[in-house]
Protein backbone atom coordinates (compact mmCIF):
# COMPACT_ATOMS: atom_id res chain seq x y z
CA UNK A 1 0.00 0.00 0.00
CA UNK A 2 1.10 3.78 -1.16
CA UNK A 3 -0.63 6.51 0.10
CA UNK A 4 1.84 9.85 -0.82
CA UNK A 5 -0.03 13.29 0.01
CA UNK A 6 1.25 16.78 -1.87
CA UNK A 7 -0.20 20.03 -2.30
CA UNK A 8 0.56 21.40 1.73
CA UNK A 9 2.21 25.20 2.17
CA UNK A 10 2.01 28.08 4.34
CA UNK A 11 -1.06 29.89 3.38
CA UNK A 12 -2.64 33.37 4.74
CA UNK A 13 -5.94 32.98 6.62
CA UNK A 14 -8.66 33.08 4.28
CA UNK A 15 -6.52 31.60 1.48
CA UNK A 16 -7.01 28.32 0.12
CA UNK A 17 -5.34 24.96 -0.63
CA UNK A 18 -6.05 21.98 -2.41
CA UNK A 19 -4.46 18.44 -1.16
CA UNK A 20 -3.72 15.43 -3.33
CA UNK A 21 -3.72 12.11 -2.43
CA UNK A 22 -1.99 9.40 -4.51
CA UNK A 23 -2.82 5.78 -4.07
CA UNK A 24 -0.67 2.40 -5.36
CA UNK A 25 -0.43 -0.95 -4.95
CA UNK A 26 -3.66 -1.70 -3.51
CA UNK A 27 -7.67 -1.50 -5.27
CA UNK A 28 -8.48 2.41 -4.10
CA UNK A 29 -12.04 2.02 -5.39
CA UNK A 30 -12.94 -0.27 -2.85
CA UNK A 31 -12.09 1.43 0.06
CA UNK A 32 -13.87 4.40 2.31
CA UNK A 33 -10.84 6.73 2.58
CA UNK A 34 -10.10 9.99 5.01
CA UNK A 35 -8.42 12.87 5.99
CA UNK A 36 -6.82 12.77 9.28
CA UNK A 37 -4.44 15.71 10.44
CA UNK A 38 -2.23 16.16 13.93
CA UNK A 39 -2.00 19.59 14.59
CA UNK A 40 1.40 20.75 16.34
CA UNK A 41 1.67 19.12 20.25
CA UNK A 42 -1.77 17.10 19.71
CA UNK A 43 -3.08 14.06 19.13
CA UNK A 44 -4.72 13.20 15.84
CA UNK A 45 -7.77 14.49 14.29
CA UNK A 46 -10.09 12.79 11.75
CA UNK A 47 -11.31 15.15 9.10
CA UNK A 48 -13.45 14.56 6.30
CA UNK A 49 -14.50 10.73 4.53
CA UNK A 50 -15.65 10.02 1.44
CA UNK A 51 -17.21 6.28 -0.09
CA UNK A 52 -15.79 4.46 -2.29
CA UNK A 53 -18.43 5.94 -4.92
CA UNK A 54 -16.95 9.54 -3.78
CA UNK A 55 -21.04 10.48 -3.77
CA UNK A 56 -21.09 10.33 0.26
CA UNK A 57 -18.97 12.54 2.46
CA UNK A 58 -18.35 13.50 5.72
CA UNK A 59 -16.98 15.80 7.96
CA UNK A 60 -15.61 16.77 11.06
CA UNK A 61 -17.95 19.84 12.45
CA UNK A 62 -14.95 22.57 12.39
CA UNK A 63 -14.31 22.10 8.63
CA UNK A 64 -18.06 21.75 7.69
CA UNK A 65 -18.78 24.28 4.70
CA UNK A 66 -14.85 25.13 4.07
CA UNK A 67 -13.85 21.85 3.47
CA UNK A 68 -14.79 19.56 0.66
CA UNK A 69 -13.35 15.75 0.50
CA UNK A 70 -13.64 14.12 -3.41
CA UNK A 71 -11.45 11.24 -4.94
CA UNK A 72 -10.73 10.38 -8.77
CA UNK A 73 -11.54 6.28 -8.56
CA UNK A 74 -10.28 6.49 -12.36
CA UNK A 75 -6.85 8.16 -11.32
CA UNK A 76 -6.48 6.69 -7.80
CA UNK A 77 -6.75 10.30 -6.01
CA UNK A 78 -8.26 11.49 -2.88
CA UNK A 79 -8.61 15.21 -3.16
CA UNK A 80 -9.48 17.83 -0.10
CA UNK A 81 -10.25 21.15 -0.90
CA UNK A 82 -9.87 23.88 1.63
CA UNK A 83 -11.37 27.04 1.57
CA UNK A 84 -11.50 30.23 4.69
CA UNK A 85 -8.21 28.48 5.94
CA UNK A 86 -7.76 29.55 9.82
CA UNK A 87 -4.98 29.03 11.71
CA UNK A 88 -6.21 26.31 13.70
CA UNK A 89 -6.20 24.62 10.61
CA UNK A 90 -2.86 24.43 10.33
CA UNK A 91 -1.43 20.38 11.05
CA UNK A 92 -0.07 17.67 9.03
CA UNK A 93 -2.49 15.99 7.05
CA UNK A 94 -2.85 12.59 6.21
CA UNK A 95 -4.67 10.38 4.07
CA UNK A 96 -5.42 7.47 5.49
CA UNK A 97 -7.56 4.10 3.97
CA UNK A 98 -10.41 2.43 4.92
CA UNK A 99 -12.64 2.00 8.37
CA UNK A 100 -10.14 0.81 9.80
CA UNK A 101 -7.58 3.67 8.92
CA UNK A 102 -5.12 0.52 8.37
CA UNK A 103 -2.64 2.24 6.47
CA UNK A 104 -1.31 6.16 6.88
CA UNK A 105 0.56 7.96 4.34
CA UNK A 106 3.82 10.55 5.44
CA UNK A 107 1.86 13.36 5.56
CA UNK A 108 1.59 17.45 3.94
CA UNK A 109 1.91 20.39 6.16
CA UNK A 110 -0.34 22.81 6.19
CA UNK A 111 0.24 26.04 7.89
CA UNK A 112 -2.10 29.10 8.00
CA UNK A 113 -0.48 32.04 9.52
CA UNK A 114 -0.45 35.86 8.51
Known amino acids: VQLVESGGDTVQPGGSLRLSCAASEFAFRTYHMNWVRQAPGKGPEWVSA????????YYTDSVKGRFTISRDNAKNTLFLQMNSLKPEDTALYYC????????WGKGTLVTVSS
Open 96 to 103: VRGYGMSY
Open 50 to 57: VNTGGDIT
